[in-house]
């Protein structure tokens, strides 16, 4: 299975709801990221955790939230966002071996739209 | 990481070989030079990676000039499939962690 699955596909939101984005994988990887993408542009690195743990955090604004609850899953909670968050939120996943280059699996996307 | 030049667009012939130049003069030697690729809505596909040795495999070849400095993606039969937007991008081998995409280059394949 080398797919990485993320939900919802899209979501709309107003400036005062909390809503989280969701992302599973199960090949075993314990490197996973979260990107986020506006339109016709390339996506742009937000978070990075390793096995479990922050790693790294791309001065994020404190309205996105990340979480990784175990090695499959990866959340991204979202709360008081403005409607320049709107954007294609991508998730991926890779094996974490340091001396290596391993290829990062993304997933389809989840397309925000702020109200 | 190292920042990559490419052309912001493309067109080839289906069927033909899409050769995709990247620049990436700054290369470090920790370095790799990677190749992903976003079809239209859809998250970016991992193609190619290399250090300094020219690679394939079933998707693609990626040439490395001998100082690193530009490389070279080939698709040696493009269909109208691998229409996208093909991204190089060159990142440090210490656990991959950082992806810096650039603009990237639009790749139309014409029937």
């Known amino acids: 299975d080398t797919e990485v699955t993320q939900t919802p596909k899209h979501l709309v939101m107003g400036m005062t709801n909390k809503k989280s984005l969701k992302c599973e994988q199960h090949m075993g990887h314990r490197a996973m990221y979260w990107y986020k993408q506006k339109a016709k542009k390339p996506p742009e690195l937000m978070f990075v955790y390793s096995y479990e743990k922050l790693s790294i955090n791309e001065s994020v604004p404190s309205r996105f939230s990340p979480e990784c609850p175990n090695s499959s899953l990866l959340n991204l909670h979202l709360h008081a966002l403005q409607p320049e968050d709107s954007a294609l939120y991508l998730c991926a996943s890779s094996v974490l071996t340091s001396g290596r280059a391993y290829e990062q699996y993304f997933g389809p996307g989840t397309r925000l739209t702020v109200t | 990481d190292a920042k990559t030049t490419q052309p912001p667009s493309m067109d080839c012939a289906e069927g033909r070989a899409a050769n995709l130049p990247c620049n990436h003069s700054t290369i470090s030697g920790n370095e790799y030079v990677y190749w992903y690729r976003q079809i239209h809505s859809q998250g970016p596909q991992y193609i190619i990676h290399g250090l300094k040795n020219n690679e394939t495999n079933e998707m693609a070849s990626l040439i490395i000039t001998e100082d690193r400095k530009s490389s070279t993606l080939i698709l040696p039969h493009a269909t109208l499939r691998d229409t996208a937007v093909y991204y190089c991008?060159?990142?440090?081998?210490?656990?991959?962690?950082?992806?810096?995409f650039g603009t990237g280059t639009r790749l139309t394949i014409i029937p």
């Open positions: 991008i060159v990142s440090a081998f210490w656990g991959n962690e950082k992806l810096t």
